[in-house]
């Protein structure tokens, strides 16, 4: 994201802000915009792994699969637990 001080700073004038009031707001502007690069970085990597997780996870199936000749629906298949009547 880009931050374009001129305009800003004709924005600020516009609405009657002081020279000293402007240049804090614009320092205040540029940090904000720091911020905001760098989550959209850090969320752009995180989707980048999550990505290559999810394939991972896919060709481990496969794997699986092919190594015991399993059908799809069995290795999706959740773990039904069995509950103890005693204590839960």
């Known amino acids: 994201m880009e931050l374009c001080e001129e305009k800003l700073k004709e924005y600020l004038t516009v ?3 002081r020279e000293e009031v402007q240049d804090s707001l614009i320092k205040f502007a540029r940090e904000i915009n720091k911020l905001i ?3 959209t970085e850090f ?3 995180n989707s980048i792994n ?3 997780r999810t394939k991972a996870n896919k060709e481990i199936k496969q794997e699986w699969r092919k ?3 399993l059908k799809s629906q069995v290795i999706n298949r ?3 637990f069995i509950r103890c009547r ?3």
């Open 86 to 88: 005693n204590c839960c």
């Open 15 to 17: 609405l009657g802000y």
């Open 50 to 52: 999550n990505q290559i």
């Open 37 to 39: 690069n760098q989550i």
């Open 67 to 69: 190594a015991f000749k």
């Open 78 to 80: 959740k773990p039904n």
């Open 43 to 45: 969320l752009d990597e």
